[in-house]
């Protein structure tokens, strides 16, 4: 029988929530370009609970342990005494999430002697060493599109938040002012502005469309060109390359995978390459942003404004500067972990383990890793390599707790 350790985010510090504001779901059949939702066999939950945290345990230990095996779900992620470095060596399979991310570093691959399948519940499986996880041949999944129009809704939320000043001008309210010279002298309004993806893949395209109706000018750069009728019915400007589509931008979104090619892509000189004044939003991941670079261009007005909800490495120390850098709209990393998001990936990562222990196929859609190479989704999106340098300064957080 086999050992499934699962990795999730500590519950709500008042308790696991005794009732909801909501009592429903809207219903959604497909995603956006057809793909159906997750469509495991049977959920053991219903869709707008908690999932994500340690109580909610995706919903999966009535399933797991059914099936003879052993379910062990932590939140204690990092250092050598952790739950997890502890219980890693005879796991079969791993699941996390990005927002909480079990780091899968080459060093703890090599303990995880049994390992077979690390589960991203969730988009973006950068916390695990897909090099690693090629020459071990451990297989890697994610639950591609749960989480992409989640993430897209958050991008167009912190985009208007910092074009208009909302964070500033709540606080005013709440501390009891009516300031408003103080809360306008940086309001403007997004229409006619210019506004950039980097690159435009499922949240990237969706954030388009979102801001289609704001009259913004859309821009995009990716490596493949998207379909010419997409172009024209979004009026998009296509960039080859990055520097120039951020030297005509007033606000980026970053929407890229982090992988080695996009690591440190946001640098000195690229923003030094952007309009003085641009706002930039990065909920993809925070690696692809260098951490200093985006303090000194904020502290220099070369940014007017930052935000993103990823960071790394997660949870931030608490003495990250993105806590405390001037004129951030930072939220932890909850973009892609609304409850409505939850409900589709803990579907989702039941479908991807009732496949694994049936001996079925996992959905190609799902695949970053498959048979010692990268497969599915992954073989499209990602390169080859490791992304997770430095994490093991997410204990940091920990310590000082
Ligand atoms: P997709 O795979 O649909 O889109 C990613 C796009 O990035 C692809 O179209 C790919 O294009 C493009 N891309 C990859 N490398 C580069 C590069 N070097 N330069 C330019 N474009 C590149 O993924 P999603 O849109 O669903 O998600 C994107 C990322 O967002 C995830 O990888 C994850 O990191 C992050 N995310 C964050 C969440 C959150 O909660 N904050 C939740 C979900 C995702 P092509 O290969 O065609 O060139």
Redesign the pocket.
């Known amino acids: 029988m086999s050992k499934v350790l699962c990795v999730l985010y500590d519950d709500p510090v008042d308790g696991y929530p005794k009732s909801y504001p909501r009592d429903d779901l809207p219903k959604i059949e497909r995603y956006p370009g057809g793909q159906t939702l997750p469509t495991p066999k049977a959920i053991d939950f219903k869709p707008g609970m908690l999932l994500g945290s340690v109580s909610g345990e995706l919903g999966l230990r009535k399933y797991v342990e059914a099936l003879g095996h052993t379910l062990i779900v932590t939140s204690d992620k990092d250092g050598p005494n952790s739950v997890f470095e502890r219980e890693l060596p005879d796991a079969e399979v791993v699941i996390s999430q990005?927002?909480w991310p079990a780091y899968l570093t080459a060093e703890r691959i090599a303990k995880a002697k049994k390992l077979k399948l690390a589960v991203t519940a969730?988009?973006?499986s950068?916390h695990v060493d897909l090099q690693a996880a090629i020459d071990r041949k451990v297989t890697v999944a994610e639950v591609?599109?749960s989480?992409?129009i989640s993430?897209s809704e958050h991008v167009v939320m912190m985009i208007l938040s910092l074009v208009r000043n909302y964070i500033p001008s709540y606080q005013w309210v709440v501390k009891g002012g009516w300031n408003i010279a103080d809360c306008v002298e940086r309001s403007y309004d997004v229409e006619g502005m210019h506004v950039g993806t980097?690159?435009?893949?499922?949240?990237?395209l969706a954030v388009l469309r979102r801001l289609k109706p704001f009259d913004m000018h859309l821009h995009y750069?990716?490596?493949?060109r998207l379909p010419e009728a997409v172009e024209k019915e979004l009026n998009l400007a296509w960039h080859p390359n990055?520097e120039d589509m951020v030297k005509v931008c007033d606000v980026v979104t970053i929407?890229?995978?982090?992988?080695p090619?996009?690591e440190g892509l946001f640098n000195d000189k690229l923003l030094s390459n952007m309009k003085r004044g641009a706002y930039l939003v990065n909920?993809?991941?925070g690696k692809i942003c260098d951490r200093d670079a985006i303090v000194r261009a904020l502290e220099s007005g070369q940014l007017a404004g930052y935000a993103g909800?990823?960071w790394f490495p997660q949870p931030a120390p608490k003495d990250h500067p993105w806590r405390t850098m001037p004129h951030h709209g930072m939220t932890p990393?909850i973009?892609?972990?609304s409850l409505s998001a939850q409900a589709r990936y803990a579907a989702g990562t039941r479908e991807i383990l009732e496949c694994w222990f049936e001996r079925r196929p996992i959905r190609e859609e799902y695949l970053i890793v498959d048979g010692g190479k990268l497969a599915g989704?992954g073989a499209?999106?990602y390169t080859a390599g490791d992304a997770t340098g430095g994490s093991e300064a997410a204990a940091k957080f920990k310590n000082a707790r």
């Open positions: 990005p927002f969730g988009i973006g950068d591609t599109y989480n992409s993430v980097v690159a435009a893949g499922r949240i990237g750069y990716e490596r493949h990055v929407n890229a995978p982090l992988h090619e996009t909920t993809a991941r909800d990823v990393h973009s892609g972990t989704a499209h999106s």
